[in-house]
């Protein structure tokens, strides 16, 4: 089936201004997570969603950074006035959270995307 | 807090040898273990995780991962490493509780296989 998809692949826009990033999880997967990841780095968490709600935004790293899930399935990340330290590679996630037989919290894998390369000028 | 060590930035091996590519990890309480592997462009493919029982893990492209609690390492192996293994590969935690939560990964660790 198909997996996750993130568009656009790559974005390259001027300091101070607004972009948007979409993700398309894999159908009937109930969590989304959107990570940064920075040349070099290991992706760091950024916000998840459970279903529409945003269940953990603990790594949003300012107000200029939002994300939406309006009808639980696709996302949108967005940055306002964007700064040139923005630039990264956006992952996305999705997985089918439920919980094991027995066992506390959801054994299930996240699933990235291709990921969106922002490159700001 | 949790966090993941992966104190080799890469790792050179010659086709057909063993590879060990290491993973330490902190975590309150019982941890969830992953490996992914990037390929150049691509995003995070997931090979093999670690959630209870067996300490031995078999994953994807015949690699495996051995959990060990009292050293808190969670390495990453394959018995005959091949030119296309190479890539940068990634381990991963998070914590027990709750219906999801945010991974945490490492630095990542290059691996080079060469003929």
């Known amino acids: 089936g198909a997996g996750v998809s993130q568009t656009p692949s790559n974005k390259v826009t001027e300091k101070g201004k607004y972009v948007e990033l979409r993700c398309d999880p894999i159908?009937?997967?109930?969590?989304l997570y959107w990570y940064r990841q920075s040349l070099g780095q290991g992706p760091e968490f950024l916000i998840y969603?459970?279903?529409?709600?945003?269940?953990?935004d603990s790594g949003l790293p300012n107000d200029r950074f939002f994300a939406v899930r309006p009808e639980g399935s696709v996302s949108t990340l967005k940055i306002q006035r964007t700064e040139r330290g923005d630039s990264a590679v956006y992952l996305c996630?999705?997985?089918?959270?439920?919980?094991?037989?027995?066992?506390?919290?959801?054994?299930?894998?996240?699933?990235f995307g291709p990921g969106t390369r922002l490159t700001v000028l | 807090a949790q966090s993941v060590a992966q104190p080799e930035d890469q790792v050179n091996v010659a086709e057909g040898n063993p590879l060990t590519v290491k993973c330490t990890y902190s975590?309150?309480?019982?941890?969830?273990l992953f490996w992914y592997v990037q390929y150049p462009n691509r995003g995070l493919q997931f090979l093999l995780k670690?959630?209870?029982?067996?300490?031995l893990v078999k994953g994807s492209y015949g690699f495996e991962a051995e959990f060990n609690k009292s050293q808190t390492s969670f390495h990453l192996k394959k018995p005959s490493a091949l030119v296309s293994d190479s890539a940068l590969y990634f381990c991963?935690?998070?914590?027990?509780?709750?219906?999801?939560?945010?991974?945490?990964f490492g630095t990542g660790t290059r691996l080079q296989v060469t003929l």
């Open positions: 969603f459970q279903g529409t709600g945003a269940a953990d």
């Open positions: 991963a935690v998070r914590a027990n509780t709750g219906t999801a939560s945010k991974l945490t």
């Open positions: 159908s009937g997967h109930t969590a």
């Open positions: 996630a999705s997985s089918l959270t439920r919980l094991a037989g027995g066992l506390e919290g959801s054994t299930d894998t996240q699933y």
């Open positions: 670690y959630i209870t029982g067996d300490n």
């Open positions: 975590v309150s309480g019982n941890p969830y």
